[in-house]
Structure formats: C-alpha cells, structure tokens
C-alpha cells in the first residue's frame, strides 16, 4: 500500500484540503468527502461572542472521529502568536499534536516569514508538537525545518490563494531530492494539472483550499483534485519515459508495410 | 469588576468562575479553549478557576481555513 506517511502515521490519501472560504458547512462536508482527504486544515479564531446556542460548528460538519485535524496558524505575523495559536489549539482538541505552522510576512503577498517561522518551528517542536511547517521553496530553510525536528516541509508552489499553479519545479525538486521528511506542497494549486506537475516531481502529497473552495463547482473540482494526486503519484512511481525532441522509434513496426518490393 | 474577553471590556458585579463566564456567554458545553493573562486554561479546571479584576481572556474555536 503507497500511504502518504506522516509522523510514523499512514494515510491513504496523498490530497490534504483546508476548510475555509466554502458557501456553507454542507458545501464544506461534499467537497471534503469529493476530495478524498483524511487530514482537514483548521483555523483557531476568537468565539463569537453571544452566537446563538445550537448554531452549526465545523466540528458537526467535519467530526474529529472521521478525520484528522491539522489547526493551522494562519493570520499569524509573529512567532510567538503562532505558538500561543496551537497551545490554544492543542487544548481545544484534547491534546492533538499535529499542527501546521504558518507565519506570514506580509499581508498583501501573504509571503511566509522565514525568520518567525523557524523561531516558532524550534519552540513548538521542543513543546512535543508535530509540526508541518509552511515554507518558501529556499532548499536551504526546508532544510533547516526539517533539522529542527519538523514532521513535514510544506513549500508553496506560489502564493496562497494566487492559483498560479507551479512556478519553480528545479527548487521543489531539490528540496524533494534534500529531504527525509514528506514534502508537500501547500498554496498556489490553481487546477487539477498543477496538483498533478507537483505529484509527478515526487512530492509527497499536496494542500489546498481556494483551488477547491473557489472553483465554480467545488465539489465537482475536489474530485478532479483527488484523481489528479493519485494520477500525478502514479506517474511518479511508474517513471515516466525521457523526454526527446524527436526519436525515430514510431510506435508502430516498421517492417510488414504494403506496396514495397 | 472588569474582564477582557477576546478583546472586548466586560463588567461583573462578583468574580465569576470561569465556567460561570463561560455560562454567561452562552458558551457552555462548546467546545472551546481558553487562555488566561497568555496561559492556557485547561478545560478540567474552568470550574475552579476563580476569575480577577483585570484578567485577560481569550476564547477560541475551531473554524473553516486553509
């Protein structure tokens, strides 16, 4: 069986999804289960103070039973906001360890700040936590999470939420080449073939939210995501045939052919 | 006497437990966390956890994200 191993757990799928920016919970739910993913990304926000009792939770939508919880950090500029975030997070969910890191650097890019993230990726890890930590594609940073102790390296294909799809294949495959942990690939997927390129390289399995979330169909597109993750990893492990500019080799036998002497 | 919840001002007449507060917010029985002047409140003692003039709370929930 090909799982996707993360933190000496397997997983079937190699597709994580994020939760936000759906219609609704149930448009939420029907991607998710579209998807195929096991491991849902989470944000941790102040309670809306005086909602209506009975109102419907994430957490009805998507049980803890059926899948595994990844809080993440998003809207984080600092390090130590990100750790006080999964402190919160780890007692909100009965001591779950596994986490994404995120801290960003700037609001309108939404660029990880390296400098805060590997500060806060050294403070979590040595808290006991499991750290999937989102980085910019710098093979020398993933590195250096992967040192620290972080479970995954999650570089972006290019910036959150932008769907511009892959724009630097050499520098994920370094990092794919450099690393022992899984590497994902998490922001910037914009359709089906994007997530398909970053399996084909030898990536580990791929994140993504507003691909999904912010197709015209979501359900419909967390599907194709699913098929093109287990497509693009298909390919990876069956090797694909070099490339040429031209070969001479037809497909068909060049002996047997009518009309000659 | 006056308590910080997620950043807005709130006036009790008693100190209140903080599952007294979390009564009052509706919050009961939800699954929340809670952090204290920066430290975490672990849910097995908001029963216990008599709440002081000036304290600084911030309760959080899981929500849709990426």
């Known amino acids: ?261 | 006497m006056q308590l910080t919840v997620n950043g807005t001002s709130h006036s009790f007449e008693h100190s209140p437990s903080l599952a007294q507060l979390l009564e009052t917010l509706s919050l009961t029985g939800k699954r929340v966390a809670v952090e204290r002047n920066g430290e975490i409140v672990p849910r097995s003692q908001f029963g216990e956890t008599q709440l002081a003039d000036g304290d600084k709370l911030e309760i959080v929930v899981a929500v849709g994200g990426g």
């Open chain 1, 1 to 261: 069986m090909d799982n996707l191993i993360i933190a000496g757990k397997p997983y079937s799928s190699r597709l994580l999804v994020g939760t936000g920016k759906y219609k609704d919970f149930d448009e939420t739910r029907r991607a998710v289960e579209a998807s195929g993913a096991q491991i849902v990304t989470v944000a941790i926000r102040r309670t809306n103070i005086g909602q209506t009792a009975g109102e419907p939770s994430l957490l009805d939508a998507l049980p803890p039973s059926q899948y595994t919880y990844l809080p993440n950090t998003a809207g984080c500029y600092s390090a130590d906001d990100a750790i006080r975030t999964l402190r919160l997070a780890r007692e909100l969910l009965d001591g779950h360890d596994l986490v994404k890191l995120e801290v960003l650097g700037d609001p309108k890019t939404l660029y990880p700040n390296m400098v805060e993230t590997l500060k806060a990726a050294d403070v979590l890890v040595k808290d006991g936590f499991k750290v999937m930590v989102y980085t910019s594609d710098d093979p020398i940073i993933a590195k250096q999470l992967e040192e620290i102790g972080c479970v995954a390296v999650m570089p972006l294909a290019s910036l959150i939420g932008s769907g511009m799809g892959i724009l630097n294949p050499w520098n994920l495959q370094i990092i794919i080449d450099n690393a022992k942990v899984p590497v994902i690939v998490d922001a910037g997927v914009g359709t089906a073939s994007d997530a398909a390129i970053a399996m084909e390289l030898g990536c580990d399995g791929v994140l993504m939210n507003t691909a999904i979330a912010g197709a015209q169909n979501p359900v419909l597109m967390a599907s194709a995501m699913r098929k093109a993750v287990e497509a693009g990893r298909e390919a990876f492990l069956a090797g694909r045939m070099p490339k040429k500019l031209y070969s001479a080799s037809p497909s068909s036998p060049t002996t047997g052919l009518i009309g000659k002497p």
